[in-house]
């Protein structure tokens, strides 16, 4: 009983004896722990002890030295305090040296002013003491000169105003004379010296230009080697004429004149493919209606070679490379183109060297001037195509053409449809007349010649005071006799402007009129 009791119990009681043994371990452990933290902190504690007296004795210097150099910065900031105070003491002792001076400059110029003031009022009380004079004086003298003048309306028998009137009048006679001497003196210099300067200019500018003057008439009579030929160029019953006629668009006009035909159009350019066509079919010999066709065609396509290398040619010559193409084109048909028998295209030519050289001595833009005398026909080329005149045509086509506006403005001006804007068109004006206006340049028809010339004599004829009139040098020139009686020196003068102008604005004639106004007495006597 006793035996199994004590094998129940057993197993507890071991594990009794197992938690005793592991308390006593866990207390065992601790205390081994505690023992040896507390060598640890006492270590620890001994560690401190010694870094803390390190740290004091460190601090200790690091006092010593901050102090040592807050001592030394202190004497340096002391130093440099005295230094700029004693600068600026001698500054401020400079400023009141330089006052001091300033102050006896100003005490001296007090006292010449207080000098001059003084002077200044003996000067003013002198002046009005002399004011007083001169005003008692011009009383005196007005009192007197009234006396006078009543005096001399006594005497006269006019009055004031009637004898100022008359003073005036001989005044203004007096003056005018004077003026119209002065007038026409400086006039004189100034057309002389104008004269010679613009001699100058286009003397050398014509010089300088390099084109054929030479004018050229568009030929309109094809030479035959035989009159025989007529008839074949007529054809069996007229079908070859009708066929030249329907190809080129012009007329052929077969006369009694011997070896020759007219060639009749307003068109210049038909005119000259009907001209080569013809004279290519002569030499041929083969004169049908098949073979017209054929040379015509060829020979429209030789023009127009013709008229682009023209109008090529024409820019090379000028000096411009840079026109639009179709602007040389239309350039090259002026070469078929006559004006007054000059031919259009050389007139355009000599224009552009004219004026791109008149441009030069006068300091303006001679690409501008030359541009604008190369084109300020172009309008000619197509005038009997289109309609308007060959100026605006020209405006236009430049227009068209994206052309520069100054030179656009040339082409406008030249006939004076707008006022001038710019010297370059004014250049091309110039050159325009001188070209057209040079000798063996340009013909005019008998009837257009006769009419110029007794519309310039009726011009003149027609003021006061004119005796006769005579156009003379073909119209340069017109001479008038006034009456001495009605006119004097000066109002000849005057009446010569006067005849310009009204010529200037109701005539259209090339070049310049020369008006020579001429007024004479003549005393006559007869010896007994």
Do not use: W
Not at 231 to 248: K, L, M, P, Q, V
């Amino acid at each position: 009983m006793s035996i199994s009791i004590i094998g129940a119990i057993a197993p507890a009681i071991a594990v009794v004896i197992a938690l005793v043994c592991f308390v006593v371990g866990i207390g065992g452990g601790m205390g081994l722990y505690i023992l040896i933290a507390t060598k640890k902190l006492g270590k620890s504690k001994s560690n401190a002890v010694r870094i803390i007296e390190e740290a004091y004795a460190e601090a200790k210097t690091i006092k010593k030295e901050a102090s040592l150099e807050a001592k030394e910065a202190s004497h340096k900031y002391r130093d440099d305090v005295e230094s700029e105070l004693k600068e600026r003491r001698n500054e401020i002792q400079k400023s009141e040296e330089r006052l001091t001076e300033r102050e006896k400059f100003i005490e001296n110029k007090e006292l010449s002013l207080d000098r001059k003031s003084e002077q200044i009022e003996s000067e003013k009380k002198r002046i009005d003491e002399t004011k007083q004079k001169l005003t008692a004086q011009l009383e005196e003298q007005e009192k007197i000169k009234e006396d006078m003048l009543a005096s001399l309306e006594k005497i006269s028998g006019m009055s004031k105003q009637e004898a100022k009137a008359n003073l005036v009048s001989s005044m203004t006679e007096d003056a005018k004379k004077e003026a119209g001497q002065i007038i026409k003196r400086i006039e004189d210099e100034a057309k002389e010296e104008g004269d010679k300067r613009a001699r100058n200019i286009v003397a050398s500018a014509i010089q300088k230009c390099a084109t054929d003057l030479s004018t050229e008439m568009t030929v309109s009579v094809v030479p035959l080697p035989t009159d025989e030929m007529k008839g074949r160029i007529i054809g069996r019953e007229g079908r070859n004429i009708r066929a030249i006629e329907s190809a080129t668009g012009v007329e052929l006009i077969v006369d009694d004149t011997p070896e020759s035909i007219t060639v009749s159009s307003f068109d210049p350019i038909r005119r000259e493919i009907a001209r080569l066509s013809l004279e290519k079919l002569v030499v041929d010999g083969r004169i049908h209606p098949t073979r017209i066709e054929e040379i015509v065609e060829k020979m429209t396509k030789e023009v127009d070679k013709a008229i682009k290398e023209a109008g090529e040619k024409a820019c090379e010559e000028v000096g411009i490379f840079n026109l639009h193409p179709e602007i040389v084109k239309i350039l090259g048909r002026l070469k078929f183109r006559t004006s007054y028998g000059q031919n259009a295209l050389k007139h355009s030519i000599e224009t552009a060297i004219l004026a791109g050289q008149i441009a030069t001595e006068l300091g303006a833009d001679p690409v501008i001037a030359k541009r604008g005398g190369l084109l300020h026909d172009l309008g000619k080329a197509l005038d009997h195509e289109i309609e308007g005149t060959h100026v605006q045509i020209g405006v236009d086509l430049a227009t068209k053409y994206k052309e520069n506006p100054a030179v656009i403005h040339c082409i406008e001006a030249h006939h004076f449809n707008v006022e001038f804007k710019s010297v370059e068109a004014i250049i091309v004006q110039i050159s325009d007349a001188i070209s057209s206006s040079r000798p063996g340049a340009r013909r005019e028809s008998f009837d257009a010649y006769i009419k110029r010339l007794q519309q310039l004599e009726e011009i003149s004829n027609s003021f006061k005071g004119v005796d006769k009139a005579y156009a003379l040098q073909a119209g340069r020139e017109v001479r008038i006799i006034v009456k001495p009686d009605e006119i004097s020196d000066n109002d000849a003068m005057f009446l010569a402007k006067e005849i310009a102008k009204r010529v200037e604005d109701e005539m259209q004639y090339p070049g310049q009129i020369k008006v020579n106004v001429i007024r004479e007495n003549r005393f006559v006597e007869t010896a007994k």
